[in-house]
């Protein structure tokens, strides 16, 4: 399940999107994949997961 | 162990002392002087402090170590596949296109790196290495995670025509204050950037790029997010101008600053590489003078 969260950054904000399952997530509409996306709260952005896992450190 | 004298050329594979098809062995060189040794497998080079030039032309798992002052060419097919230990301090290869996964991993030494022509990276390729200075990729298509992690005395890349930034490339590299990235490119993670200067609001890293909407780079995902102290600007190279003052026109850049918040102002600024003898130098022109980025001194005899 693609998770959203809103965050801050230097007392920015922001949205977090990310796979609770460790996927890499895709942006909907485009072919941009991510381990996890941090966007504007405008850009309106929705994500799904793929079906590839997120490397480990 | 096979014992080279200078200009001995070893051609064959090394007798196996391991499995069918995988030869291991030791070539030990002890003495200055040019050595090229072809079609090895998992050989091991000692090098104790010979100045030279060592050409290996074939792909395996090697490693070279032990030496000091020596120019270590490595010429594959096309692809870099060998894991390189100990004290290499310099490499430059023009025909090499690939790098694979690893092959500088740790090599702490390595201060100079010169492939001109490399289009692809793999994983952790210069993870905790010694590369140092701004390096240059211009012909780069693609890059694997993990690539520049941990290189501290990094301070730039230009990344050439990359489409994604993978995820943690420069994580951990402290002084990594410059990208250059040709076209548009996603960035995988933030954590490409973690405790990296654009990542630190109070210090800030700056992307040139020529991507022909400049405000794209600061609103899009996970760029967005990083230091607001970030600066992201546009290159377009202008030959013209640098032909006309009779400049060889190869290592410039003209970067055309389009500040996105600002109201267009246009600086002029230059990057230029310079080899004199074994030291190579890099510059930067963007306040009216020359200003000198980095003096290495390159290890060997002919400096290439």
């Known amino acids: 399940m693609v998770v959203k969260e809103n965050i801050k950054i230097n007392d920015k904000d922001f949205v977090k999107h990310y796979s609770d399952e460790q996927w890499k997530i895709r942006k909907i509409g485009t072919d941009e994949i991510y381990d996890e996306a941090i966007d504007l709260p405008e850009m309106d952005y929705e994500y799904e997961e793929t079906d590839e896992k997120i490397e480990e450190i | ?304």
């Open chain 2, 1 to 304: 162990m096979a014992r080279l004298r200078p200009n001995n050329v070893i051609e064959g594979k090394l007798k196996s002392t391991g499995y069918t098809g995988e030869p291991t062995g030791t070539i030990e060189i002890t003495e200055n002087g040019n050595y090229n040794i072809k079609q090895y497998a998992n050989a091991s080079v000692q090098v104790p402090q010979p100045s030279g030039t060592i050409n290996i032309t074939e792909n395996g798992a090697i490693n070279v170590y032990e030496y000091a002052n020596a120019t270590v060419n490595v010429t594959y097919n096309e692809t870099l596949n060998a894991l390189l230990e100990g004290t290499l301090r310099t490499i430059s290869n023009s025909e090499i296109t690939k790098l694979g996964s690893a092959v500088f991993y740790n090599i702490s030494s390595i201060n100079y790196i010169n492939f001109p022509n490399v289009t692809s990276i793999a994983y952790q390729c210069f993870r905790n290495s010694g590369v140092t200075g701004f390096i240059y990729f211009r012909k780069l298509t693609s890059i694997a995670g993990e690539i520049f992690m941990g290189c501290n005395n990094l301070t730039g890349v230009d990344l050439g025509e990359i489409t994604n930034v993978a995820n943690n490339s420069f994580n951990g590299s402290r002084n990594i204050k410059t990208l250059i990235i040709k076209n548009r490119a996603s960035l995988g993670n933030v954590n490409a950037f973690t405790t990296t200067p654009f990542a630190n609001g109070n210090v800030g890293g700056t992307l040139y790029t020529n991507y022909g909407n400049e405000t794209w780079y600061p609103t899009a995902t996970n760029w967005v997010s990083l230091s607001s102290n970030n600066q992201y600007k546009s290159i377009q190279k202008n030959l013209i101008e640098l032909q006309t003052l009779g400049i060889d026109i190869t290592p410039y850049y003209e970067i055309v600053v389009n500040l996105p918040t600002q109201d267009i102002s246009t600086t002029k600024v230059y990057f230029k590489e310079t080899l004199v003898e074994n030291e190579y130098q890099q510059w930067f022109y963007g306040s009216g003078e020359w200003e000198q980025l980095s003096n290495i001194h390159l290890g060997g005899n002919n400096g290439s």
